[in-house]
């Protein structure tokens, strides 16, 4: 019976057999509609990937021999094809992982994944020239708001010296990060293990305010492909992030999970 069937049938009595059937159905295809309200799920997207899922048309080089004036030259030829960023990772759980973010793109084009991510992991692709912004594959990335309104300049102001230059974007990121006084922050920096005695590890300080504009979204998970970003924040216990870092395969559990929940 369809919905409409039962939404428009007409009044009459009903036998209590017959009622409670009607009810049933009725809750069941509640049940159904309730489950296909979209997004399921709200994901934060790291930088890597989105690097990872990048395509890119490019002209790859190959020999070839013409004649000319009847002579054999060689030259070098182009032939259009597509940069994978996957294909050039080594075999093993990263590349396995990796390959699934196609079937993440899949569910968020279908409206099951609301996908988002700040503007200071699209201005870390900013160094990647093969990657095509915020996208996973061909599905658009939503920008957010980071939990606390500000403004930078992208860059140093003054560049290093090129004896001590390593890389002007990360340093003038890094310099930002570190004047961020606020309590949140700061726990997280701990939980993904930017405080490392006197020292601070910028990628994982970079990491944490990620996840910190991952909380204040309200994302339900946060996907990368650090694994080791995932380890560490798992084995913290004091201040936890409220967003579940997940490597793709996660995530399309908990998604398949909550589907049939």
């Known amino acids: 019976m369809c919905y409409d069937q039962i939404c428009d049938e007409p009044s009459r009595p ?54 000319w004036g009847g002579k054999k030259l060689e030259i070098t030829a182009h032939d259009f094809g597509v940069r994978r960023e996957v294909d050039l990772l080594r075999e093993g759980e990263q590349k396995r992982e990796a390959m699934l973010l196609r ?11 609301r996908l988002i991510t700040q503007s200071e992991v699209v201005d870390e692709l900013a160094t990647l020239p093969w990657a095509r912004g915020a996208r996973i594959y061909d ?20 560049p290093s010296a090129p004896s001590e230059r390593r890389n002007d974007w990360k340093e003038s990121m890094v310099e930002f990060m570190l004047d961020l006084d606020f309590p949140r922050y700061k726990q997280l920096q701990l939980a993904c293990g930017a405080n490392q005695g006197q020292t601070i590890n910028e990628d994982q300080l970079i990491d944490a305010f990620h ?8 994302s339900t998970h946060f996907l990368t492909l650090d694994f080791a970003l995932i380890k560490t924040v798992r084995q913290h216990r004091r201040y936890p992030p409220r967003v579940k870092l997940v490597k793709p395969s996660e995530l399309l559990y908990d998604l398949w999970s909550a589907r049939s929940a």
Do not use: H
Request: with cysteine; hydrophobic share 55%; aromatic share 8%.
């Open 14 to 67: 009903l036998s209590i057999v017959a009622w409670f059937r009607r009810e049933a159905e009725r809750a069941l295809i509640t049940s159904w509609a309730a489950r296909m309200e979209l997004p399921i799920l709200t994901v934060f997207v790291d930088a890597n990937v989105i690097k990872l899922a990048s395509e890119t048309d490019v002209l790859i080089p190959r020999q070839d021999t013409i004649e």
């Open 103 to 113: 079937k993440v793109a899949e569910e968020a084009a279908a409206g099951a994944i």
């Open 139 to 158: 599905v658009p990335i939503e920008w957010i708001d980071a939990p606390v309104e500000y403004s930078r300049i992208i860059g140093r102001v003054v």
């Open 211 to 218: 996840v910190w504009c991952a909380e204040g979204a309200g």
